[in-house]
Nanobody, 119 residues
Framework: QVQLVESGGGLVQAGGSLRLSCAAS????????MGWYRQASGKQRELVAT???????DYADSVKGRFTISRDNPKNTMYLEMNSLRPEDTAVYYC?????????????WGQGTLVTVSS
């Protein structure tokens, strides 16, 4: 079973930047399309960025042009570079395999990392 550990969150002012990391155990990481999800207080978890095992990225419209997803397969690590942050980006951010909204997660959720953007 793959274990996922997110880090890099924190408190930042609107317009600021953060870089999140996702460390995964197990060699299967490099074979899996991965994604960054976020869950704001009182809202459902949403998928904001995906990256295929080959490095092709896609983004939700709400973050397109501001966030950049990347991965380092030999290090079993994925990143999310977040720029021009907005208060509405405030959420707990998680990583997991990229799946359709109605599909159960492939791996157990990690603890997530909290991003708070102040106005």
């Amino acid at each position: 079973q793959v274990q996922l550990v997110e880090s890099g969150g924190g408190l930042v002012q609107a317009g600021g930047s953060l870089r999140l990391s996702c460390a995964a155990s197990g060699s299967i990481f490099r074979l899996i399309d991965m994604g960054w999800y976020r869950q704001a207080s009182g809202k459902q978890r949403e998928l904001v960025a995906t990256i295929t095992r080959g490095g092709n990225a896609d983004y939700a419209d709400s973050v397109k042009g501001r966030f950049t997803i990347s991965r380092d397969n030999p290090k079993n690590t994925m990143y999310l570079e977040m720029n021009s942050l907005r208060p509405e980006d405030t959420a707990v951010y998680y990583c997991n395999a990229a799946v359709a909204p109605t599909t159960p997660p492939l791996f157990q959720w990690g603890q997530g990392t909290l991003v708070t953007v102040s106005s």
